[in-house]
């Protein structure tokens, strides 16, 4: 579906991320990880056209880069670690913004299927009873929701998230890889995330990439990408001790 | 307020903008009847009727003053509704409740390009009239053009605060070239003072057309961009994701606003406050979505603009108050205000 | 206001005029001599100066005061000027410096001279103690009236010892006013006829001259009604009030560049003003904007071109 291939970001003379290849296949769920700095959200940022590289990306073996933005739309939505919004729109103006690239022409009029699209977004993710309530008046975590509904109502193959629960409350952190893990049930469609929490990579991920400092490191399989070794390698400690002395805090 | 709430989405609602229209030709009128000088509302309307008609040969006083007093209202509404519409363009473009077309260095821009027309009379072949006006949209283009180009420079992405800095810096630049001009050329030039100042007092019908067409134009144009500067308002990323072509749709908004900021700059000079504060109250009533914020503010700057010269007009009779003057005391006391219940619900 | 603004000018009149008689009555010698003796006199703010003789090195800012200093065939005591200073010509090839709120300290400074006169219009007090401190003589003129005129004429006469020529000019002036309004009192209609003066065109906000201005009492003389005399000073009024007062003469001060219509053809063509009075006769009028607006000797002929214009040559 998406394929990667030697992507390369400069900032002047440095290298944020140095000939990093992946692919990603359909029903895949892949998880982007390493440490601070090891250009994670870069990655995101160059597949979604924001900063300049060199490399090539290819959605279906079509350059990305020459995909008009509304025909991208269709195909691929982005969430976002943090939104501030300064107008009072309501919810379900925010949601209905997803349903733009799908719209006819100038003068087409929205249509019913559309409302639809919209309700089923509000619906899943339990925005239905405040659809007509400001935004600047919702928690970080009913924001987070508010544009998880627009992804939805936008309807897209890929879903590329940006640390997504990077602020939330565990139940909002439990309640959006819920939700998007159902999504991923569809067929045809393809997740990729930045999580900097490893052990939420290894329970939703199917498949990971291991940066540090911009440099490729693993790719692949979540199990062999995120074993021991290679964690440790990048982070500089036994991350496996580390994460099981956690979780032995939690056994009575 | 909450009879709308379920079309809020949806936007675009007929019975409130018909409402919005008969408030906005109700002071229409209002401001057709009174004036500096007060004429019997029969002989007005008398003459409105003459003047439908085309008889307008009609030598007594009420139809010579509606001859002065029919265009500049005329002119007032529709430098309201433009200047109003521009302003709530730049706030949802660049997400920026401050912005407006002086913010972005459009209106200094325009301003230049006037005074070099007059300043070394100016011509442009077969527009002898108009040449102040063209000149106006050219420098208001030129400017944004230069704006744009510096920031593209600086920025990638074309963020707002570059966009705004730059605005910021370009108006300096701008004001410092029209002093310089003033300073060095001679006394006509210095009577582009008064002008400077803004005033529709002396606007005619032919202002009133091109105001008009420009108004229809770009202002339809703005119209039509209504989801992409609701996805603006929300953030550009966001609109970028969610399918907007960023740059191209930017590069309209900018061009439309320029277009009309640069006619109403022409002709009216600077009225400030109007495209500021308009929209804020107009967001108040219809909420930030910008299929309904658009339409209210375009009737909102109209009535507001021409309230304020209705004002200017009677409260010192038989002086004139300008316009900027009236626009500026009244717009600077709505802001505190709105500036102070903004902070109050964060 | 008005009326303590008078008699304070009166004041100064007499106080000038007595002090030049105590210093010719004293000496009672010729000019010469004369420069020899340190004058008192006081300015029209009513400032005390010393001076130890005549001056012969004026700066003077205003565009007025210059006139005056070249009518009292002073011209040669004049080594700096203000950058509006135009009439007569030769006042050109004097040293031009910045005025008003743009005054240069140092660049009148350079000039070295013994007395700098300015006016109230955009100078400031700092502006008079700068000017001070660096040892020149500030003489600060601020004529609002004729009469004022007058005594800014006997004042610059006093400094630069031209008090003869002042005298004659202050009586050539009050006579040729004195004949305008004899002439227009015999001339002038049955019924009052009034007269509409614009001093800033339409297109950059219609500005007239109300009551308190040289032009308004130079329609008292001409016997007729100031179209606008409810504003004082000057007021933006509102094309509405022109139509609706219907005056009978217009005068523009408009000056005319080469380019567009003349001011005159501009004011006829207007939307809405045909059915005035001054329109619909003709009587529309581009007088000469520094004669009738300028403190100085010129305001006689001012009167005279609007006498010409209301009641033929």
Known sequence: MLNVDSLTVSYGPLKILDNVSFELQKQQWLMIVGPNGAGKSTVIKAVTQCVPYSGKVTLDGKDIAHIRPHALARSVAVLSQNYHIGYAFTVEEIVSLGRYAWKKGLFAKDGEDIDDRIDHALEITGLKKIRHQSVLTLSGGELQRTFLAQIFAQDPRLLILDEPTNHLDLVYQKQTFELISEWLKQPGRAVISVVHDLSLAKAYGSHALLLNEGHHIASGNSEQVLANDNLSKVYNMDVQLWMQQLLANWQN | MISYMGNRARGYNWIEYLLFAIITMVIFVLCIFAGSVRVPAGEILSSIRDFISGQTENTNTAMQIMKIRLPRVINVALTGAALALCGAAMQGLLRNPLADGSTLGVSSGASLGAIISIAFGIAIPGLSGGSTVLMSILFAFASLVLILSLAYRLDYTLATNTIILIGVVFTMFAHSLISMIVVFADEKVKSIMFWTMGSLAGSNFKNAATLTVALVICGGLLLLHADELNAFAIGEENARHIGVNVRRVKLIILIAVSVLIGVSVSIGGTIGFAGLVIPHIARMIVGPNHRRLLPASLFAGASFLMLADLIGRIILRPLELPIGVVTSFTGSIAFVYIFYNTRRVK | ?313
């Open chain 3, 1 to 313: 206001m008005n009326l303590k603004k008078k008699a304070k000018s009166l004041a100064l009149t007499l106080v000038i005029t007595l002090l030049i008689a105590i210093a010719v009555g004293c000496g009672g010698l010729s000019t010469e001599s004369q420069s020899a003796q340190a004058i008192t006199l006081i300015d029209m703010k009513d400032r005390e100066f010393q001076l130890d003789k005549t001056a012969d090195k004026i700066v003077a800012l205003t565009a007025a005061d210059c006139e005056i200093i070249y009518a009292l065939g002073a011209g040669d005591t004049l080594i700096g000027r203000g950058e509006y200073c135009n009439y007569p010509e030769e006042v050109l090839d004097v040293p031009s410096v910045s005025s008003g709120s743009e005054t240069n300290i140092e660049q009148v400074i350079a000039l070295e001279p013994e007395v700098i006169i300015m006016g109230t219009m955009d100078q400031t007090t700092e502006q008079i103690e700068d000017f001070e401190n660096a040892g020149i003589t500030v003489i600060v003129t601020d004529a609002q009236s004729i009469e004022d005129t007058y005594t800014a004429i006997e004042l610059i006469g006093a400094v630069t010892g031209h008090q003869k020529q002042a005298a004659d000019l202050t009586a050539k002036m009050q006579s040729d006013f004195a004949e305008i309004t004899r002439l227009a009192q015999e001339k002038k209609a049955e019924d009052s006829k009034s007269i509409y003066f614009e001093v800033s065109p339409l297109e950059f906000g219609l500005w007239a001259a109300g009551s308190n201005t040289f032009m308004d009492e130079i329609t008292a003389m001409l016997g007729l009604e100031n179209t606008f005399a409810d504003v004082k000073m000057w007021g933006e009024v509102s094309q509405e009030q022109v139509i609706e007062r219907n005056p009978d003469y217009i005068v523009t001060i408009t000056m005319y560049f080469g380019e567009g219509p003349l001011p005159v053809d501009e004011i006829m063509s207007r939307p809405g003003w045909s059915e005035i009075s001054a329109v619909k006769n003709k009587l529309v009028f581009n007088a000469d904007s520094d004669q009738l607006s300028r403190p100085g000797p010129r305001l006689a002929d001012g009167a005279k071109a609007l006498y010409d214009f209301v009641y033929g040559q």
